[in-house]
């Protein structure tokens, strides 16, 4: 931080500036107009700010006024994070006012989870708006950009994939639901919104479904939602095209559990030679096995893993 002194004729200005290096980028930042200080204050905390021993006259902070602060620490460490992964150029290559207002909304989960109306209401941090020009956003602008990120979803997805999966990687699935709650003015929802297998146990409440994937370190790549009463299985198979079509991926391992990976849907998966996958068995199908000797209880006494094959029940299987 230092003291900037412009002199343009006879006018005289002295500003309080910090300079910080952005890659190759020099970015100055004006903290305050210090002018309307004595020309001797001005000296006195120039010596300050280069860190030379000075002696303070009692009024040389008479005149400065702090207004407001704001804090700053996390909401820049949430920002360089963002700058690090370069998440802006994931949602979109081209700026765009809806753009920095996902960006907003991701910082602000980060920052201090809070509902979208609840977080337009105070931003959770002003300082996180001005940094992203955003603090005349209103929840319609917010409702806006989350309607744009919904048309760009399977453009991102594809950057997320191209970054993070690879030909024979291991792609992770699971499916999971979400309540819903209140009513439409015209008792009218969405095509989503149905009665279904409840997860959390919560009978009586309609709900949506919803299908995550990741990568093999846990990194999210894709989430699509399907209706509330759609089985696991059934989610899958749409699952396994978007792998295929629109990730370009043709040599992956599917993980997921029985629930999701059933019969059918392993049928399918047979036929396409490049895609294999890694399941579960139910505990009825292992005791099952252990009844018709192709697993022993002991084995387990001394080792943890165990390959087998059952051709009759499980063919071309291990």
């Known amino acids: 931080m230092y003291i900037q002194t412009n002199i343009k004729g006879n006018n005289v200005t002295h500003l309080l500036r910090e300079d910080r290096r952005e890659g190759k980028k020099i970015i100055k930042k004006t903290f305050a107009n210090l002018s309307a200080l004595e020309q001797d204050h001005i000296v006195i905390l120039k010596e300050m700010l280069k860190g030379n021993d000075v002696i303070l006259r009692d009024d040389v902070f008479e005149h400065i006024k702090i207004e ?23 949602i979109d290559p081209c700026p765009s006012p809806e753009r920095n207002i ?35 956003a209103d929840e319609q602008d917010i409702y806006k950009a989350m309607d744009w990120l919904v048309d760009n979803q399977l453009f991102i997805e594809k950057r997320l994939a191209d970054r993070h999966l690879n030909e024979n990687d291991f792609i992770f699935s699971d499916a999971s639901s979400s309540n819903y709650e209140g009513r439409h003015k015209n008792d009218e929802l969405g095509p989503l919104i ?26 999210p790549i894709s989430i699509e939602a399907f209706p509330g009463n759609t089985s696991d299985a ?21 993980v997921a559990d029985r629930g999701m990976i059933t019969q059918e849907s392993i049928n399918i998966l047979k036929q396409t030679n490049d895609v294999d996958y890694v399941s579960a068995l139910r ?30 029940e499980y063919p071309g299987e291990r």
């Not at 149905?194 to 990194?219: A, C, I, P, W």
């Not at 096995?289 to 893993?305: A, T, V």
């Open 68 to 90: 407001n602060v704001l804090p700053w620490g996390h909401v820049e460490a949430v920002l360089k994070t963002i700058k690090k992964i370069d998440l802006a150029k994931v």
């Open 102 to 136: 996902i960006l907003g909304l991701v910082a602000s989960r980060v920052i201090q989870p809070e509902s979208k109306l609840s977080t337009k209401n105070t931003w959770i941090n002003p300082a996180l708006a001005r940094e992203l020009k955003i603090e005349d």
């Open 194 to 219: 149905h009665f279904g297998y409840s997860r959390d146990k919560k009978g009586g409440k309609r709900q949506v479904n919803y299908m995550l994937l990741t990568g093999e370190q846990g990194r």
């Open 234 to 254: 059934q989610i899958l198979l749409p699952t396994f095209d978007k792998i295929k079509d629109a990730f370009g991926l043709k040599k992956v391992v599917l």
């Open 283 to 312: 505990s009825t199908s292992i005791k099952d096995l252990i009844k018709k000797g192709y697993i022993e209880r002991g084995l387990f006494d001394e080792q943890n893993l165990y390959e087998f094959t059952a051709l009759d």
